[in-house]
């Protein structure tokens, strides 16, 4: 995508304080115009916030934030119907159906798509005249998704779309959301599922305590680590970060949850001389696994947590 690209979204300096918590803190964010956008972070980051600010549910403290070049409290009325929000938990009711419920929602917008269409787009076509309450949680999911396209939006909010899905549902989902941005549109998403932001997203932002701690390419924070993989691994008996001083080709190490994980450059390289440096120190390997850098490691590399720490 071209960086000249107009912006659907911009914010700067956003804030937003509930007491002592400083959920949002001085925040700034850009997003194109035709681009899937993704914020990351563990629950509490500010992920939610950030996101409800923007779609103009809620007010914030300080900062300013333009969207489709308009700000909330002015002409909102033309500036949601170029919206769609699918929030974190949606409260449908329960005894209307399926095709009944995507009516509803394609009645609030001048314009829109056909109730009909949104039931084949996202595989709900058998649940046309189920009623809501006797939905699966990924059905309710998809049907929530399908209630945000219902006006047609430019711009589509997605906060969390894809938590608690089986495997199967997350990636008709997917699907959905890569067959949306590749008509044009724009879509900005939270969500703490990794694969699923490297797999959507065109760029994305960290976000820790309320801030923006990176942000850019996943490949590009990837890149960022220095070193394509991660060791994981255990000894017996314990061994301290001395021993991997000496390593060729070792960076960062980290210890959580009694195994240390390092990242490294070459796994042909590192590893003899890792069984080297352990059998020298007295120790020998428990386990040993790998993987490719993800961006959790490079939130791990940033923090010292989890993405999914509480």
């Known amino acids: 995508m071209s960086t000249s690209a107009p912006s659907a979204i911009v914010c700067r300096g956003l804030k937003k304080h509930y007491g002592d918590v400083r959920a949002v803190d001085g925040l700034d964010l850009e997003v194109r115009a035709g681009e899937c956008f993704g914020l990351l972070g563990p629950n509490g980051a500010g992920k939610t916030t950030t996101i409800e600010i923007l779609e103009g549910l809620t007010k914030p403290d300080e900062g300013d934030v333009v969207v489709l070049g308009r700000r909330w409290g002015s002409q909102e009325r033309e500036l949601r119907e170029r919206l769609g929000v699918s929030l974190q938990e949606s409260r449908l009711t329960e005894k209307l159906t399926v095709y009944e419920t995507l009516s509803l929602f394609r009645s609030f917008y001048a314009r829109g798509r056909d109730p009909e269409l949104l039931l084949e787009d996202l595989s709900l076509e058998e649940k046309r005249d189920a009623r809501v309450g006797k939905l699966s949680g990924g059905q309710r999911q998809r049907l929530a998704v399908a209630c945000a396209l219902a006006g047609d939006p430019e711009l589509l909010f997605l906060d969390e779309p894809t938590t608690g899905l089986d495997p199967q549902s997350r990636l008709q989902l997917w699907e959905r959301i890569a067959a949306y941005k590749e008509a044009g549109r724009t879509v900005l998403l939270t969500t703490h599922y990794m694969e699923e932001a490297e797999r959507l997203c065109e760029r994305v ?19 960022g680590l220095g070193a394509p993989h991660i060791l994981e691994l255990a000894t017996d008996p314990a061994v301290g970060a001395d021993v991997f001083k000496g390593v060729r080709g070792l960076r960062d190490p980290r210890q959580r949850d009694g195994r240390w994980q390092l990242a490294v450059a070459s796994l042909a390289e590192a590893v003899p001389a890792l069984v080297d440096a352990l059998e020298g120190a007295g120790a020998k390997l428990v386990s040993l696994s790998t993987h490719r850098a993800t961006l959790e490691d490079v939130f791990i590399a940033l923090t010292g947590r989890e993405l999914r720490d509480e």
């Open 205 to 223: 932002a960290v976000v820790d305590h309320g801030r923006i701690i990176a942000q850019g390419a996943p490949a590009d924070l990837i890149a």
